[in-house]
């Protein structure tokens, strides 16, 4: 079973799992690229995930299920147009064999969901390139996405959990942001020599045309500011940058980084 990014709008990547014959897409929020990748692979489209309600992840949902009948999952508490099965935290979505399991990250949006793919017998029996995370925009590489309708608090905590997957998880996510996110943690973190090599690693795939995603966890827990909001070095930036006091709170650090991120040009 391949993974496949399907380039779609400005940055935005369309997941595609796909094993010869039928096919899984991840946050179509345009159905053309997914209705090309399909013809070309003489494809059929077996199920849609929807990680949360923004049009550029949801715009191309309706046509595709139209089109092809495939089985629409996506998160309980928010708005997607019916009909599709509504997932919360700790339910699973099975198709084609593969079991994703749910974890709640609000924060991007009060709503949203990530499908964790986990490398266990079953997965791996149907041929899965596991494990794999479809984060949407909760989790970017080197970056997190904006607050806009959770608290700082909440985006923590699913940062937290996507952080406590396995190293080896490939990340996912929905956007290609990563040279921009390097470039505000280069400043958070100068001295971060991990981070240097891999704003190096990913110019020379950009360089190339090539994608930068999907990255590995254990990349992002030792590159991505927003994974590392409570070590020692992102501390001092951010109280220096925003005047914060020693006692603020771990909630108030990050809504300072995510802040300073916002204005960082």
């Known amino acids: ?14 997941w595609m799992l796909q094993d010869g014959r039928n096919a899984i897409v991840v946050d179509p929020g345009d159905a053309a690229p997914v209705v090309d990748a399909l013809a070309r692979g003489s494809l059929q489209l077996a199920a849609i995930l929807v990680t949360h309600h923004h049009p550029d992840h949801t715009g191309g949902v309706a046509a595709l299920r139209e089109a092809t009948g495939a089985q629409v999952f996506g998160p309980a508490r928010e708005t997607i147009p019916e009909p599709l099965t509504r997932l919360e935290h700790g339910d699973h979505a099975e198709v084609l064999g593969l079991r ?8 991007h949006t009060s709503g949203h969901i990530a499908y964790f793919l986990p490398a266990d017998a079953r ?3 149907a041929g899965a390139p596991a494990p794999l995370v479809f984060c949407g925009d909760t989790l970017f590489s080197g970056g997190c996405g904006r607050l806009f309708e959770g608290t700082a608090a ?3 905590a699913s940062l937290d959990a996507l952080a406590a997957l396995p190293g080896d998880t490939r990340v996912c996510c ?22 240097a090599q891999y704003i190096a690693r990913c110019e020379s795939l950009r360089a190339r045309g090539e994608p930068t995603l999907p990255s590995q966890l254990i990349t992002e827990r030792l590159v991505n ?16 940058h925003a005047g914060l006091s020693p006692h603020s709170g771990q909630a108030e650090v990050f809504a300072a980084l995510r802040q300073w991120k916002n204005d960082f040009r």
């Open 100 to 107: 994703f399991e749910v974890i709640d990250v609000p924060g």
């Open 123 to 125: 997965n791996v029996a």
């Open 174 to 195: 929905a956007h290609e942001y990563t040279l921009s996110n390097l470039r505000f943690a280069h400043a958070v973190e100068p001295g971060n020599a991990d981070l």
């Open 1 to 14: 079973m391949k993974l496949v990014p399907l380039p779609a709008f400005a940055d935005n990547y369309i």
């Open 225 to 240: 500011p927003f994974l590392r909001s409570r070590e020692a070095t992102v501390l001092q930036a951010v109280r220096s």
């Open 154 to 156: 909440q985006m923590l």
